[in-house]
């Protein structure tokens, strides 16, 4: 198996938005860039498709890959804003343009802002990557 | 009858070759995403899906430019 145990995949806050009023939209951009693996780092081209929200009370955990529900991605934690839905979030300006998944974390207080450390992630490469 | 046996097994191992050569496909609950080779020992292909876990919080208090990690479980 090319991915051993103890692989980890890092990446960069490419934007961020945080809900100033009630309503408004928390949002995080994340983009993973590199695979480090047998003590080695590799470039890693890939998307995240989705985000299991796990909060520390267990409850409201949502998983919602690739899907925007009724334009409603802004109220769905971890859903992954795409195409128009995430065109809107920069031309409206919540978000500049950059690399990354853009992952909604809930509408103004009522929801956590935060993706807790252990919430699993799914990741897609999007190019290949040789192994040396 | 030597013949038709020979040429039977002929074409069942070219149906195996080319099922095999065609690659697998991946799908996921948004639908199939495409056709990809698998994961080999000096090769990950496009298409390989990595489940993981993340190592930190993450939240709207960080800034442009953290980094952040991820520990993979093992591809999909």
Avoid: W
Avoid at chain 1, 17 to 26: E, Y
Avoid at chain 1, 55 to 70: D, E, L, W
Avoid at chain 1, 90 to 102: D, P, R, S
Wanted: charged share 10%; net charge neutral; hydrophobic share 40%.
């Amino acid at each position: 198996m090319a991915i051993p145990a103890g692989a980890a995949l890092t990446g960069v806050v490419t934007g961020v938005h945080s809900a100033k009023v009630p309503g408004d939209r928390n949002v995080i951009r994340l983009n993973v860039n590199a695979l480090h693996m047998n003590d080695r780092a590799y470039p890693f081209s890939g998307n995240i498709s989705g985000v299991r929200v796990e909060n520390a009370s267990g409850a409201s955990n949502k998983t919602i890959r690739n899907t925007v529900i009724g334009g409603a991605v802004g109220t769905a934690l971890g859903a992954i804003a795409t195409g128009g839905e995430a065109a809107g979030l920069i031309t409206g300006g919540l978000l500049g343009a950059g690399a990354g998944a853009i992952i909604s974390l809930g509408n103004g207080s009522n929801e956590p802002a935060t993706i807790p450390a252990g919430s699993s992630v799914t990741i897609q490469a999007t190019q290949g990557i040789p192994i040396r | 009858m030597f013949h038709k046996i020979f040429i039977t097994a002929g074409v069942a191992g070219l149906g195996s070759f080319i099922a095999c050569a065609s690659g697998t496909t991946v799908r996921s609950e948004a639908g199939d995403i495409g056709s990809v080779s698998p994961v080999t020992a000096d090769f990950i292909p496009a298409g390989t899906t990595m489940l993981g876990r993340f190592d930190q919080s993450i939240s709207t208090s960080n800034h442009d430019g953290d980094r952040f990690s991820v520990a993979v479980a093992t591809p999909k």
